[in-house]
């Protein structure tokens, strides 16, 4: 490994739970009310945390507990639970009912859709969030229109297309790519859902990072099940923010001063979080032209503006970093020591375990300033699993983007 393939910055704005930005949306009593709508879905369970005590010991810390989303709703990754309750929330305002009030088996209805008429949503994605968008679609008997960027892997447009959505791979990168769905939208009347935010459209987004909480509150429980009352660290990957804001809004909203250590983790082609925390002036600055990084799910150059200030309140540090460090991760839980179990991540979900692995083994600058030791508690999550299964072997079997030293 080399040093100046990790760039780190301490967050000096960072305030208490509840003194900065607005945590209203991402309450407990919030994440309750999305769990609950969840529930509703005949494949939802949740999904396992796995500890790794071997590991947290090769490391030097306490504990160390990785939430395997490749296991949500069949579909490899989290990403369905954003679009998942986002759709809700549309069609059930479109009915004039609230989100608490109405079950999943209405909203699947021909009633349903007869008193909401033909409703087309659109979106744009690098594979898990559209994919998402579509399955949900098509449980709810709409229909979806997905547009990907540039380079997107063929075989995660061909999971959207199995969905019956319409899905094109384009010439763009992620951020234009956004723009070109929301322009088609608006000129055939249809919805815009994307997990990202900007002046005049924050609402659904909101909804999207929302749905992204019952991730964070079945985690809360199972360390608590597993006798650990809260993680003293948490690392969080992030593209847009969305996921990274929603996660660590409720762990502030649900912790206030016991909140984890939290450290927002990019590539270093797309860190446009990094970047805005790093700027003394407070304010989201993007990435901007292609951003060819092994991490598509975090290949985004624009922070969401719902997130941003969750982010920018909240999170203790940032992290940008060269893409082995995804690949090294993505070995490390797919070969692990002694009895820890065997966890299959893809590139996006195994970003933080390949930097905690390098702060524990040669980062003791950053081991100092995050405070991790022996009584460490840290919780990663695995975002996705093998997503993009050639991709995936390449880098686990192949060593494709090999450590550097």
Known sequence: MNKSDVDFHLNTRKQTPGKGASLESFSPAEAARVRKYHQGFREYAPTPLRQLPALAKHFGLGQVFVKDESKRFGLNAFKVLGGAYALG????ERLGRDIEDITVEELRQPETRKKVGDITFATATDGNHGRGVAWTAQQLG???????????????????????????????????????????????????????????????????????????????????????????????????????????????????????????????????????LADSDGKPHAVTGQMPTLMAGLACGEPSTVAWGVLRDYATAGISCEDYFAANGMRILGSPLADDPKIISGESGAVTTGILEYIATMGDDIKEKLGLGPDSRVLLISTEGDTSPELYRDIVWHGKYPDRS
Not at 89 to 92: E, G, L, N, P
Request: net charge negative.
């Open 89 to 92: 929330r549309i069609v059930a």
């Open 142 to 276: 709409m229909k979806a229109v997905v547009y990907m960027p540039k380079g997107s892997a063929q075989i995660r447009a061909d999971n959207i297309r199995a969905t019956g959505a319409e899905c094109t791979i384009t010439d763009l990168n992620y951020d234009d790519a956004v723009r070109l769905a929301d322009a088609t939208a608006k000129k055939n009347g249809w919805v815009m859902v994307q997990d990202t935010a900007w002046e005049g459209y924050e609402d659904i987004p909101r909804w999207i990072m929302q749905g992204y909480m019952t991730l964070g509150i079945e985690a809360l429980e199972q360390l608590r099940d597993a006798g650990v009352e809260r993680p003293t660290h948490l690392f969080l990957q992030a593209g847009v923010g969305s996921y990274a804001g929603a996660t660590l809004g409720y762990f502030a909203a649900a912790l206030g001063e016991q909140c984890p250590v939290t450290t927002i983790v990019e590539p270093r082609l797309a860190d446009c979080i990094y970047r805005s």
